[in-house]
């Protein structure tokens, strides 16, 4: 019975050993924030949760001074608050530049009154950086653009602001309601316009 136990003992130290082993050499995933706005939420979610690298993505609100938002409010405006996307990203997988790419490709940066059809200050085009190596990266990248247009650019690069998270039926509504989704996407004029000006241009990553 010593000796059985005294097998076990080591075989189960062996297992032991090589889980850890094992643990030890899975790269722990990482994760960092970014956001960006870009006109309707519905929209900007989609070509991001497209990406690999990309973890999840959240709709919300983003620049106001109010401690709480809702649709309801921001939608009318003057609460200060952008429709904003958050993409919760491994930057292992896809750089911060990467995003910022994908992230031009899906705006119109020559629009200083909101996106396509969507008109207001909550609907204006922007990047929020939350470090200073984020704001270097957003303002080369956007210098960079600006070489690709005659006109100026008008997306803003603001500082984060507390993010809040919009209701449940505004999360994932183009796979929630994809026929709605198509319906209004096409009406507000956003692939058209989209093709008119990347057509012939591609973002610039550094």
């Known amino acids: ?57 959240s709709v919300g609100y ?5 401690s709480q938002a809702t649709y ?10 952008y429709e904003a996307l958050r993409v919760t990203y491994d930057p292992t997988r896809i750089s911060y530049d990467g995003l910022l790419a994908v992230f031009w490709e899906n705006i119109d940066p020559l629009d200083d009154s909101g996106q396509f059809c969507d008109k207001g200050e909550q609907y204006k085009s922007a990047i929020f950086y939350g470090s200073e190596t984020e704001k270097s990266v957003a303002t ?3 210098q960079k653009i600006s070489g690709l247009f005659k006109e100026d650019i008008k997306t803003l690069i603001l500082p984060k602001t507390p993010f809040f ?17 198509k319906f209004y996407r096409y ?12 057509g012939d241009r591609k973002p610039i990553q550094n």
Request: proline residues 4%; contains cysteine; charged residues 25%.
């Open 62 to 66: 983003i620049g106001g001074e109010k």
């Open 1 to 57: 019975m010593i000796i059985f136990k005294k097998i076990m003992a080591l075989t189960l130290g062996v297992f032991l050993m090589s889980t850890n082993a094992s643990t030890a050499n899975k790269s722990p995933e990482r994760r960092q924030d970014a956001i960006f706005a870009g006109g309707c939420f519905w929209c900007l979610q989609p070509p991001f949760d497209a990406l690999s690298g990309v973890l999840k993505t």
């Open 187 to 198: 009406n507000c004029g956003r692939d058209q316009r989209l093709k008119k000006l990347w």
């Open 140 to 142: 080369k990248s956007l």
């Open 165 to 181: 998270k919009a209701e449940d039926y505004h999360q994932n509504y183009y796979k929630k309601n994809p026929i709605r989704y």
């Open 72 to 81: 309801d409010a921001v939608s009318q405006g003057g609460t200060g608050h």
